[in-house]
């Protein structure tokens, strides 16, 4: 590391966007790397807000890591040092006299709070919002390297983002569980999942979880189609059926659901399970029920591969810190872990390609996805 510094190279770590198992994982591997080579670590609070938002934060916005910070936290969920989806320094909300909300440029504050801090390098993990933030600080001259996390798995650049996984194995255990209620009651099950704009979620635990119809935001669908496989299914003395429904999903020539869009963060997407549930039953005469994952799928412990994805995610990102590495995101490229400009992670979402096999194999199992 540089041999101009006196003082012990000190780097930041930051959570932000919505919580993933593994972000704890993330942050001990970070630490120990780091602490291994004689740095110093600091996490700032709730993603930036330690930093931009001094005032509520008494104890100290930047607080250090050490290694009883650190002590058995890779199997737990959430993240010790917090985060937010609010704020965003790039359009950060903020009232105008008249009580208008409007959104405003603070990254520039956020460099001047990073070197007041002494901050000779900043670890960012996140989703694209993270990155992209990551990204402007980058090109204002910090040093930063991004940590790729996301339930919803829609991040480009890497193969896999960790919490996935853990989302994956939740939702697939719910279903599972769905199956014998649904059956005793010849129902029909709607299960709600989180994903954003992207199906990965629901097609994953839709497939694992055996559902007999999966909605995902790639392909509108048209109820009619899953009533019919519905009737199919009943046709055949299979009273009951399993309809799992991406957050993102949309009707043909239809939005996607939106319950509000605050200034300063995404907008949040939900309420599509309860149309399609109520369609149904409209269409198919079948008593149905509506059960929404929703966070359940961020919390909890790390599965055992999201716990392995996020401690090499950690490690790599504190040795490209070590290589003089800047404006880059770590990823992964089985069977090794690689570095991606920030850009490249955020220019475009990872969506599901309709044409990939396990899109295939989930129509050649006969899994209806409101298309055909
Ligand atoms: O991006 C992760 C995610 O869990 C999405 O799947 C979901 O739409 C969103 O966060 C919900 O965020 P919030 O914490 O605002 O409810």
């Given amino acids: 590391m ?3 510094h006196t003082a012990p190279f000190r780097i930041a770590i930051s959570t932000g966007g919505g919580d993933a198992p593994g972000l704890n ?37 930047v607080v250090p890591l050490t290694r009883d910070t650190v002590r058995g936290i890779t199997s737990s969920g959430g993240t010790i040092i917090g985060t937010t989806n609010r704020g965003n320094p790039l359009r950060y909300p903020t009232a105008a006299p008249d009580g208008r909300i409007y959104e405003r440029d603070r990254t520039d504050e956020l460099v001047n709070g990073l070197a007041a801090f002494g901050i000779d390098a900043l670890i960012s993990v996140g989703g694209d919002g993270s990155m992209e933030i990551a990204a402007a600080l980058a090109r204002k001259g910090v040093r930063v390297i991004g940590v790729p996390k996301t339930i919803d798995n829609d991040l480009d650049g890497t193969v896999a983002t960790f919490g996935f ?18 059956q005793a009651h010849r129902r029909v099950m709607v299960v709600e999942v989180m994903g954003r704009y992207a199906g990965w979620i629901a097609l994953y635990a839709g497939i694992a979880g055996t559902a007999n119809a999966i909605l995902i935001p790639e392909i509108p669908y048209d109820l009619e189609r899953v009533a019919a496989k519905i009737r199919r299914r009943d046709a055949e003395g299979r009273l009951y059926s399993i309809v799992v429904v991406a957050e993102g999903a949309r009707p043909v020539g239809g939005q996607a659901s939106v319950i509000e869009h605050e200034a300063g963060r995404a907008e949040r997407l939900g309420g599509i399970g309860e149309k399609v549930a109520q369609g149904l039953r409209e269409l198919t005469g079948r008593e149905t029920r509506l059960v929404v994952l929703g966070h359940l799928l961020r919390g909890g412990s790390p599965s055992t591969g999201d716990r392995l994805l996020a401690l090499r995610f950690g490690a790599a990102a504190v040795r490209a810190i070590e290589e003089g590495q800047s404006g880059i995101m770590v990823a992964l490229d089985p069977p090794s872990v690689k570095y991606v400009p920030l850009e490249e992670a955020t220019s475009r979402m990872k969506v599901v390609p309709v044409d990939c096999d396990t899109m295939l194999t989930a129509r050649d199992l006969g899994i209806c996805f409101g298309d055909a």
């Fill in 165 to 182: 996984d853990t989302a994956v194995a939740f939702a697939t255990e719910c279903l599972d569980r769905l199956h014998s209620t649904a």
């Fill in 2 to 4: 540089s041999d101009q």
């Fill in 25 to 61: 994982a993330v942050i001990r591997a970070a630490v120990l790397s780091a602490l291994h080579r004689g740095w110093e670590c600091y996490g700032i609070r709730d993603g930036f807000a330690g930093i931009l938002a001094p005032k509520e934060y008494p104890q100290g916005g």
